[in-house]
């Protein structure tokens, strides 16, 4: 055997003790360890550490093993399916929500988390809670070609309706499925949200980022919509997190930057929502003001934005105009924020400039939110 040869079979090992070689090469690699120690050595244990990694234990294992596990195999044979950066936080949340959902006691299943928004809150046990998220996780999946968990006959809401927002069709879903799942044991429910998951992050290829994923009221593109929906999935792990006092981490930094990013560019269309709500227009100082305010994020997704009063940014001739005002706050309480589980009236923010500005702003993040 050439070195080429054992080489190649060497890169394989990882995907072997992982079981995922196609067939020929995991025959390959089995033919070639009972003749080679070193690749037999390495062989046996990284089997050792896959063992430890099978579908039904934690997935939040300690000294990052997971990880290393993973990183190895990636390291020497690329992805299959490679999974585009922006489903990347989707993988992250459902995998760290399934971790606690894992260690949930019967008890515990039944436990109530208050789902806070727009000053009210949901109440659901984290069953229920599961197929909340699936079934609006399940309007990407019709995006993508995949079955509806809900059914064809969703409600709809016009994408130009105008004043409150009506969000009973996405409520709706969720309780529909709730319905469907009631005879079923969280358990049950669990492996039915993990699966559906799983089948969103194999469609999740870098070639479909720019369809559209139609919510009924308002449509974003794949890219978009998987971090949406990790977003809310970080979000509601919370809240089912907290009705069981579970520790929960928050978002890896870049994770988290691309929600706090998303937030940020939806943000001019809620401050124009909200304006004509108030106003049956525009409203005063709107279109073709050239106004805008800058947002500051501080924390582990620190940057910066420039976001636009009259909800468009300044035309490609024009040079952008100096903020009328600066707010400052942390990524993490942006993002809660935008989830409707903060108050805009008691945030802690640095505000400089025009403060009736940075009210508006802080007004109008919340309605970027659905139940």
Same mark, same amino acid.
């Given at each position: 055997?050439?070195?080429?040869?054992? =080489?190649?079979?060497?890169?394989?090992?990882?995907?072997?003790?992982?079981?995922?070689? /196609?067939?020929?090469?995991?025959?390959?690699?089995?033919?070639?360890?009972?003749?080679?120690? =070193?690749?037999?050595?390495?062989?046996?244990?990284?089997?050792?550490?896959?063992?430890?990694?099978?579908?039904?234990?934690?997935?939040?294992?300690?000294?990052?093993?997971?990880?290393?596990?993973?990183?190895?195999?990636?390291?020497?044979?690329?992805?299959?399916?490679?999974?585009?950066?922006?489903?990347?936080?989707?993988?992250?949340?459902?995998?760290?929500?399934?971790?606690?959902?894992?260690?949930?006691?019967?008890? =515990?299943?039944?436990?109530?988390?208050?789902?806070?928004?727009?000053?009210?809150?949901?109440?659901?046990?984290?069953?229920?809670?599961?197929?909340?998220?699936? %079934?609006?996780?399940?309007?990407?999946?019709?995006? /993508?070609? /995949?079955?509806?968990?809900?059914?064809?006959?969703?409600?709809?809401?016009?994408?130009? &309706?105008?004043?409150?927002?009506? @969000?009973?069709?996405?409520?709706?879903?969720?309780?529909?499925?709730?319905?469907?799942?009631?005879?079923?044991?969280?358990?049950?429910?669990?492996?039915?949200?993990? %699966?559906?998951?799983?089948?969103?992050?194999?469609?999740?290829?870098?070639?479909?980022?720019?369809?559209?994923?139609?919510?009924?009221?308002?449509?974003?593109?794949?890219?978009?919509?998987?971090?949406?929906?990790?977003?809310?999935? @970080?979000?509601?792990?919370?809240?089912?997190?907290?009705?069981?006092?579970?520790?929960?981490?928050?978002?890896?930094?870049?994770?988290?930057?691309?929600?706090?990013?998303? &937030?940020?560019?939806?943000?001019?269309? %809620?401050?124009?929502?909200?304006?004509?709500?108030?106003?049956?227009?525009?409203?005063?100082?709107?279109?073709?003001?050239?106004?805008?305010?800058?947002?500051?994020?501080?924390?582990?997704?620190?940057?910066? @934005?420039?976001?636009?009063?009259?909800?468009?940014?300044?035309?490609?001739?024009?040079?952008?105009?100096?903020?009328?005002?600066? /707010?400052?706050?942390?990524? *993490?309480?942006?993002?809660?924020?935008?989830?409707?589980?903060?108050?805009?009236?008691?945030?802690?923010?640095?505000?400089?400039?025009?403060?009736?500005?940075?009210?508006? *702003?802080?007004?109008?993040?919340?309605?970027?939110?659905?139940?």
């Amino acid at each position: 055997m050439t070195e080429q040869e054992h =080489e190649a079979l060497r890169g394989l090992l990882g995907a072997w003790a992982l079981r995922a070689c /196609l067939p020929d090469e995991a025959a390959e690699v089995e033919r070639h360890l009972p003749g080679c120690a =070193e690749c037999a050595e390495e062989g046996e244990r990284l089997r050792r550490a896959a063992g430890r990694l099978s579908l039904d234990d934690p997935l939040d294992q300690p000294d990052g093993l997971r990880q290393q596990v993973l990183d190895f195999c990636l390291n020497r044979r690329a992805a299959h399916h490679p999974l585009a950066d922006w489903a990347a936080p989707f993988a992250a949340e459902t995998a760290k929500l399934d971790a606690l959902l894992r260690d949930l006691g019967r008890a =515990e299943w039944q436990e109530v988390a208050e789902l806070p928004w727009r000053g009210g809150s949901l109440r659901l046990r984290p069953a229920e809670v599961l197929c909340h998220l699936a %079934a609006l996780d399940g309007l990407v999946g019709t995006a /993508l070609g /995949l079955p509806d968990p809900v059914g064809s006959a969703r409600p709809r809401v016009p994408a130009q &309706a105008t004043g409150p927002v009506p @969000w009973g069709g996405l409520l709706q879903r969720g309780e529909r499925l709730a319905a469907q799942h009631a005879e079923h044991s969280p358990q049950e429910v669990r492996q039915f949200w993990r %699966a559906q998951s799983q089948a969103l992050l194999r469609e999740a290829v870098p070639e479909v980022g720019d369809l559209p994923v139609d919510f009924g009221f308002t449509a974003l593109p794949v890219r978009d919509a998987f971090i949406d929906r990790a977003l809310e999935t @970080w979000i509601h792990g919370e809240d089912v997190a907290r009705a069981v006092a579970y520790p929960y981490a928050q978002p890896a930094p870049g994770h988290l930057r691309q929600m706090v990013d998303l &937030a940020a560019r939806r943000l001019p269309g %809620a401050l124009v929502g909200r304006r004509q709500a108030a106003y049956a227009g525009p409203g005063p100082e709107a279109a073709g003001s050239g106004r805008t305010v800058r947002l500051v994020i501080e924390g582990p997704a620190a940057g910066q @934005w420039l976001i636009p009063l009259d909800g468009r940014p300044s035309a490609p001739e024009q040079p952008p105009s100096e903020p009328v005002a600066e /707010l400052v706050m942390d990524g *993490v309480e942006f993002c809660a924020l935008a989830a409707a589980h903060r108050d805009p009236e008691h945030l802690p923010v640095g505000e400089y400039g025009d403060r009736a500005a940075i009210r508006e *702003v802080l007004a109008a993040v919340p309605l970027l939110s659905r139940p």
